[in-house]
């Protein structure tokens, strides 16, 4: 048996595996409990912060993207561009595709006069070149999120003071736009712009919404609509509005506290092995040569990386919460 049947045995293992996971998983019974209960409290409920809570829950759910796309977007390269649009730099699609290119090209080269295998160098190669700009481009989303969702709510608090104020709403958006620095100030900026050459406000904010996918602008965006349709106070709506998103941050700040020793561990026994690997490889690089050229150890290896990264995703979806 050659190494190409015995890399499609572990691939078909691997995938049947996958496959009985997801057969078998589902809901959390807990969750959907839950989630019914809530439902039937907002629905027979007479209070009107319930009602407008119900409605930003629904809108929110219809919104959902599909799983192979990301919300506003009808393709996979739009995706890609919205999401590098979502790290705040100037990247292009052109751009990401060589950094791709370059890191595949480097690092099987690498591989590949190290070990001789040009299967494996192959291998590295791909999984480096799809990876880690996929890792970086994630990392700056995050971070630039992170930073919208802290200066968010003082965005609300400002629209709050201009309309109380006497300030229309579309001169309290570019009061925001001007005063609230970093990512707020620069999509607020872009949602003046848009008014200004003549959409909509309610245009110019689901284009926002779109873009940025994140559930806090998007209950800013659904309460700025029922209020538009049902009237009432949209200064005190939307002040509600901010002290909810303060207290949903300190819950998720609250939450990362708690799980932190989790995934402190999770890093730890993860990274341990590859860690012991490089520091003899180093240190007697004849000792786990053999790795690189006997086919069985190649195949074993890769299926502890396969199971590995079970084991992670696993130890991921245990302290991943939905607030």
């Known amino acids: 048996m050659n190494l190409i049947q015995i890399l499609i045995i572990a691939a078909g293992l691997t995938a049947a595996v996958g496959a009985v996971w997801v057969a078998f998983a589902g809901p959390s019974p807990a969750k959907e409990s839950a989630r019914r209960l ?12 319930a009602k407008v809570e119900a409605q930003m829950r629904k809108a929110v759910a219809a919104r959902r993207p599909k799983v192979h796309q990301i919300a506003g977007s009808t393709s996979r390269i ?100 001007n005063e609230i620095p970093g990512p707020v100030g620069q999509e607020f900026k872009l949602i003046t712009e848009r008014i200004k050459i003549g959409k909509t406000m309610e245009d110019a904010l689901q284009d926002t919404a779109d873009r940025l996918n994140l559930p806090e602008f998007s209950f800013f965006c659904i309460t700025l609509a029922i209020q538009r349709e049902t009237g009432g106070n949209l200064a005190e709506t939307l002040a509600n509005l901010s002290d909810v998103l303060r207290k949903r941050a300190q819950m998720k700040l609250k939450i990362r506290a708690m799980s932190s020793e989790s995934k402190a561990s999770a890093y730890i026994v993860g990274s341990l092995p590859f860690i012991v690997f490089g520091l003899i490889y180093w240190v007697n690089s004849g000792y786990i040569g053999k790795f690189f050229e006997d086919e069985r150890l190649i195949v074993a290896g890769l299926g502890g990386m396969v199971w590995m990264s079970i084991g992670a995703f696993i130890m991921a979806k245990m302290v991943s919460f939905e607030i």
């Open 38 to 49: 809530n439902q039937v409290r907002y629905r027979h409920s007479e209070s009107a912060v």
């Open 78 to 177: 739009e995706a890609l561009e919205l999401r590098l649009h979502r790290t705040g730099k100037n990247w292009t699609l052109k751009n990401y595709l060589l950094a791709s290119f370059g890191i595949f090209a480097t690092v099987a080269a690498f591989v590949l006069l190290k070990s001789g295998a040009p299967m494996l160098a192959l291998l590295i190669g791909v999984v480096a070149g799809a990876g880690i700009p996929h890792i970086a481009v994630n990392i700056l989303i995050k971070r630039r999120t992170n930073e919208f969702i802290v200066k968010f709510a003082d965005a609300i608090d400002l629209l709050v003071r201009g309309l109380r104020s006497g300030l229309p709403v579309t001169e309290t958006l570019a009061v925001v736009a």
